[in-house]
């Protein structure tokens, strides 16, 4: 732990749903969630008007529409979302050349590393609050919780308590008192399993944490997670910003309204999350050995297949023979309510000339494949891309962006049978008319979202 507060979080508020707000004038101070739209989807972001209905990430968007039957529910424009950030972390990294993006919205910075000489309270109070009206400004009206802190954990603690829209700066020496009230589910990876057997102990909050010996917390939760939930109780905490976060794999997955059960339909999935996942690679520069593919079936049983190629690629059509290559030889005929593809073993080095692809799409170095009860919840990759989807097919999923030759641009506001419906507005003309019409009509076209 420092001995200044030097470390910045950056946290975007209600992030999805804020650019939504923004780029949808007539939803504006209104509830809003992001996120899967079928019965089988789940919240990826809340606004503040949701969240008081009891609306939160993670939830069934069908519990969702429960609480708050009047929001706007919608699919998400990730387009949008990673154009926002850009801008964001380009602010960020103005300040510092150490900045660590944990998501889209959300990052480190080790100030110490920067410009920055005067690290008194008051001086990074209005460093913070000029970041963040920079943020407000280049993003058109987005708001930014920033904390700043001697650790990176007092320093996410701090934009926490400054939700939403505010700073917080924990001064050094006052690190254990901030955070002795906070719930124990505040410590990173305490989540539910453990905070189930620290109940067991008596445990409520991070106090009552301090209160159990080394030994008690060793022998409940094992050496590695007692001494790391031991150490933050006590605001210990000396991991450094790490400017690159290595990608251990790229992935997107589907999680479909009704079970597919059409091969052709499945290709179609591949095809395109094949094309997003090559698209990921070559923007980082990177080329992939290894391929997956991941489907869930109507039991939760998940299968999951690999191949390793002789070579690396990162062109979508060899990892798009590859994927449905893995899918051949597995019965389809109960169907499946997710599936994904993704990309593994990176290289900085293309190989592709040492293998020619065969119809199954390459050369196999290696095949690998498991089918097992899905029991578990595990934190996906960074990389990851677990987007809940309706069944798939393109189409006008609420929200995504249209353009029509008459009306200009506009949003999808609500389909089905055969027609759609659309507002015209966008984030500088105010709230918009809504006209329906047909799904076939020549003159409304998808804007890629």
Request: glycine share 8%.
């Amino acid at each position: 732990m420092r001995s200044a507060a030097s470390i910045l979080h950056l946290d975007l508020d209600a992030f999805f749903a804020a650019v939504e707000q923004r780029d949808k004038p007539s939803l504006r101070g209104k509830p809003v969630v992001v996120g899967g739209v079928g019965p089988r989807g789940v919240v990826s972001t809340a606004s503040y008007e949701a969240r008081v209905f009891g609306v939160h990430s993670a939830m069934p968007t069908h519990e969702a529409r429960r609480l708050c039957p009047n929001a706007a529910f919608l699919a998400g424009r990730f387009r949008a979302y990673r154009a926002s950030s850009a801008i964001v972390m380009e602010l960020l990294h103005e300040l510092s050349p150490l900045v660590e993006p944990l998501s889209l919205d959300e990052a480190f910075v080790d100030l110490a590393a920067g410009p920055t000489t005067d690290f008194s309270p008051d001086a990074v109070r209005a460093l913070a609050e000029g970041l963040r009206a920079r943020v407000h400004e280049r993003t058109g009206g987005l708001t930014a919780s920033v904390g700043i802190g001697s650790s990176k954990f007092i320093a996410k603690v701090a934009s926490e308590l400054a939700k939403p829209d505010a700073v917080r700066v924990v001064e050094p020496g006052t690190e254990a008192d901030t955070i002795a009230d906070l719930p124990a589910r505040a410590i990173p990876g305490v989540g539910p399993a453990t905070m189930e057997r620290l109940a067991r102990l008596g445990v409520r909050t991070v106090a009552d944490i301090r209160g159990l010996s080394h030994g008690e917390l060793v022998r409940e939760l094992g050496r590695a997670s007692g001494e790391w939930v031991h150490a933050l109780a006590f605001a210990r905490d000396d991991r450094p910003v790490v400017a690159v976060r290595e990608a251990k794999s790229i992935s997107v997955e589907d999680t479909f309204e009704t079970d597919i059960t059409d091969r052709a339909e499945l290709d179609a999935v591949i095809d395109r999350d094949a094309r997003i996942v090559a698209e990921r690679l070559a923007r980082s520069g990177l080329f992939a050995r290894t391929v997956t593919l991941k489907a869930k079936r109507p039991d939760f049983t998940i299968l999951s297949r690999s191949l390793t190629l002789n070579g690396a690629t990162d062109r979508p059509e060899v990892i798009i023979r590859v994927a449905r290559g893995l899918l051949d030889g597995v019965p389809i005929e109960t169907g499946f309510r997710l599936l994904g593809v993704g990309v593994a073993n990176f290289t900085e080095a293309a190989q592709e000339e040492l293998f020619e692809p065969d119809a199954a799409g390459a050369v196999v170095q290696s095949v690998t494949g498991t089918e097992i009860p899905d029991t578990a919840n595990p934190t996906p990759t960074r990389d990851a891309d677990p987007t809940i989807r309706p069944r798939w097919r393109p189409g006008f999923l609420p929200g995504v962006d249209v353009h029509h030759d008459e009306h200009g641009p506009g949003w999808v506001w609500g389909s089905g049978l055969g027609r759609v419906t659309v507002r015209f507005e966008t984030a500088d003309t105010g709230p918009g008319p809504v006209r329906t019409f047909s799904t076939d009509d020549p003159a409304l076209h998808l804007t890629e979202a």
